[in-house]
């Protein structure tokens, strides 16, 4: 758990510090539902994925943060409010990945999509 956790953040990190793609291009990119991998190709989650808003320092995000989050995904996305974070169906893994280290300013702190 804390090997994933670490690979995690390190991409984070990579991420904000203007890296573009997967810092580890062979680590599966998603925390959310389950994805697939046979050949080399990344089918849809059956579930979904998980998808949280993060803020640098406090672990409490404000609803209206989430709400915008939420707002940044296509129509065709379908989304639920979960506990922490929202859900995405009705995408691909890579179209999903694709919003992941997007910023969000609100009220002059910055929260990133993860």
Request: charged share 20%.
């Amino acid at each position: 758990g804390l090997c994933w956790w670490l690979l995690g953040q390190l991409q984070d990190v990579y991420c904000l510090c203007g890296g573009e793609g997967l810092l580890f291009p062979r680590v599966l990119p998603l925390d959310g539902g389950p994805v697939v991998l046979t050949e080399g190709h990344v089918h849809k989650g059956t579930n979904g994925y998980r998808v949280n808003v993060k803020h640098k320092i406090s672990d409490e995000v404000p609803e209206p943060v989430v709400q915008r989050a939420m707002k940044i995904f296509p129509e065709k996305a379908r989304i639920e409010k979960l506990r922490f974070g929202f859900k995405v169906t009705a995408m691909s893994a890579v179209e999903v990945f694709s919003f992941h280290g997007k910023v969000i300013c609100h009220e002059g702190s910055v929260y990133t999509i993860n």
